[in-house]
């Protein structure tokens, strides 16, 4: 287990007297009803992506490179749908870290808990993959009341933040591992840990494949789930999460584990990891976080950006 961020009386100086100021806000919006947090969300997310430009036109030229046959009607639909979902994961935070447990179980819906019972149960770990849905501050909270698990996570550069943020995310869960950790997260899984990985950004040419993701032929695409799965004594299993309509609440379902992964062939491993990623996806594409840079890392170092 990793050294959790402690409280320190440093905290208190007036340098982080806004990000109390911040946190306090939140914590007061936590306590309003579902409905209307999500209702205060989605406006605030449509009212963000008209100021920020910048990241309207990410999302817009993700949706265009991955469905190029998509009416662009439709696209720009789903694009201010995406819109709202952005909002709506602002304030899911607040959910996620500071929700007690009876308000959480009344919107956790859990399927498939059998698939990670039998792995336990054979003695393995669980190399968990999820997708970066805009909702998973809550979903990972939903998870942790079935089954208490590890994250991995980036440190924020702000302690007091960092401090926040830590002990929200394992709240309900057990502990938080740095990104850049693998081998804690390896020991984690060898200690029978159910354990979250996100194999779905682009984390650069260093450790990746360029395979198709939706139709963007060449995708930089990371084998850490590869490293992890071959270092580790555990089974790789994916995960769908998912905001209901009406109010419901949050969808986990477990799928079945992979069989025969990794089979030594990278590339044939990772686009495996990639269909499954776009199968969770096309489930409620709207709640995908279409705002990184996905395809920002090209085969040729020297090639023009897909995002001019």
């Known amino acids: 287990m990793v050294n959790a961020p402690r409280f320190s009386w440093r905290f208190l100086l007036p340098q982080y007297w806004l990000v109390w100021l911040g946190a306090a806000f939140l914590y007061l919006l936590s306590w309003l009803p579902y409905r209307v947090l999500m209702g205060i969300g989605a406006a605030f997310g449509r009212l963000l992506f008209k100021v920020l430009k910048s990241r309207q036109k990410i999302a817009r030229r993700n949706l265009e490179l991955c469905f190029p046959d998509m009416p662009a009607t439709e696209r720009e639909t789903l694009l201010w749908r995406n819109a709202e979902e952005s909002g709506k994961a602002m304030l899911e935070t607040v959910i996620g870290w500071w929700w007690p447990n009876w308000r959480i179980r009344k919107l956790a819906h859990f399927k498939g808990y059998e698939h990670i019972q039998q792995a336990l149960a054979e003695g393995k770990g669980v190399l968990l993959l999820a997708a970066h849905f805009l909702h998973l501050e809550a979903a990972c909270r939903v998870f942790g009341l079935t089954h208490p698990s590890v994250g991995f996570y980036r440190p924020n550069n702000n302690p007091l933040w960092d401090y926040l943020q830590y002990h929200g995310r394992a709240r309900s869960n057990k502990y938080m591992i740095g990104k850049r950790d693998v081998k804690g997260l390896i020991q984690a899984l060898n200690e029978q840990e159910v354990c979250f ?6 984390y650069g040419r260093n450790r990746a494949e360029f395979v198709p993701f939706f139709a963007v032929a060449e995708t930089a695409t990371t084998t850490g789930t590869l490293l992890f799965a071959n270092a580790a004594n555990c089974v790789v299993i994916p995960v769908i999460t998912s905001r209901l309509a009406d ?10 584990p992979f069989q025969d992964f990794p089979s030594g062939d990278d590339k044939l491993d990772v686009t495996r990891v990639n269909q499954w990623v776009e199968q969770a996806v096309l489930t409620h594409p709207e709640q995908y976080m279409w705002l990184h840079r996905r395809f920002k890392t090209r085969p040729d170092p020297d090639a023009k950006s897909l995002y001019h």
Do not use: F, K
Request: hydrophobic share 25%; proline share 12%.
């Open 197 to 202: 990985y996100l194999p779905d950004q682009d």
């Open 247 to 256: 109010y419901q609440g949050y969808q986990i379902e477990i799928l079945p």
